[in-house]
């Protein structure tokens, strides 16, 4: 098709042939473990020893190229079409962490999965045909009990002008208590108090935002949460993904306190680690 004029072709997004990672999530967890998968972005799956999988907002399609972003990646870890999850949850409805092309991909390879989300993922899970009975819309503080893995739903700031309901998510599988932010706004002293029930709850692992693109928790302030919440580990989110919005991890280490405990784990792209209960000395630590 001829371009538009004022179109140029150069300026298009490349949109890289599919291609799928080894999917190392078929591996068998051992018991006392927990596997930890980066899909990119703010994606994680997470695998019990009892062989429960939990997705948490997956972007394993190339759909925001169609909004102008330019993918830094030209492979997914996983094929959604062809990988095993029994829950999946999406924080809110930006299109990657709610991506409809995803949702489709892990709903028809996965009829018997329940997916979990605010209101306006809900409207996408009923958009793309997830039955009612397979899809549940979670208020604030909601919690979920699924198969010895309990689930809540929690505070999280809009970053966009247009109100949409945010959530981070405190997951506890068995021992393991991870906080996963998700998407939440710069400037933590505006809403510190809402988040405060996350943060006494002393998750053993906190997935963090660590970048400030579109108005997210950068650097500072999750430098700032890390040092409130003092988990084991710590495993910096949302880089690595778009070459319009992302971050060298360096600036959120330059800001952590010395006296800081934890150990931050910098997980590759569509890297798999498993992490030992109270015990974050059993997984490697790297330098970004
Ligand atoms: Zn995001």
Known sequence: MANLPGEREDKMPPIWPRKYRSIQLRDKVKPGELGILWLGQGGF???????????????????????????????????????????????????????????????QANPEANFYGPLESYDCFQRIGIPRNRASVLSLDSIVNLDG????????????????????????????????????????EGYLNKIKWTVVKKPDALIVCINRGFSNLGPEDAARLVSLVSPEIVIPMHYDCFVENTIDPAEFVNKLSPALCSRVVFMKYGEYISIKAKAARHVPNRAP
Request: charged share 20%; aromatic share 14%.
């Open 149 to 188: 893995i309990r689930v809540q739903s929690v505070y999280a700031e809009c970053t966009s002008k247009e109100k949409i309901t945010h959530y981070g998510y405190l997951f506890e599988f068995g021992p393991f208590r991870i906080y996963v932010t998700g998407d939440t706004k710069v400037g933590l």
């Open 45 to 107: 799956a997470f695998k019990t020893s009892e062989n429960k999988v939990v997705i948490v907002d997956p972007l394993l399609s190339f759909s925001a190229s169609k909004d102008g972003m330019t993918y830094i990646h030209s492979h997914f870890p996983v094929d959604p079409n062809n990988i095993k999850v029994d829950y999946v949850f999406c924080t809110h409805m930006h299109g990657d962490h709610t991506d409809e092309e995803t949702l489709t991909s892990l709903w």
